[in-house]
């Protein structure tokens, strides 16, 4: 009887074990697993149109400023 008791605690122990800590962690791990990859999905598309936004928006080339622009440096003992 004693040996009856004690296997059906264990076995609530193990039910309570897989159902409220295994199976809880398996789903969060994969819902985190499916937001990073749609989060990166989103980078890689944003990424992606900023490429091709610059590359359609091209700026001319900065010209070098004129000598003019600039005082030379003068080390001051």
Do not use: G
């Not at 193990?14 to 990859?37: C, G, S």
């Amino acid at each position: 009887m004693f040996k009856l008791l004690i296997e059906l605690f264990l076995f609530y122990l193990l039910y309570k074990f897989i159902f409220e800590f295994v199976i809880p962690i398996f789903r969060t791990t994969r819902e985190v697993k499916k937001k990073m990859n749609e989060f990166q999905q989103n980078m890689h598309k944003h990424a992606e149109s900023s490429r091709t936004s610059n590359t359609n928006n091209e700026k001319p080339h900065v010209s070098k400023p004129k000598s003019d622009d600039y005082i030379d440096f003068e080390e001051i003992k």
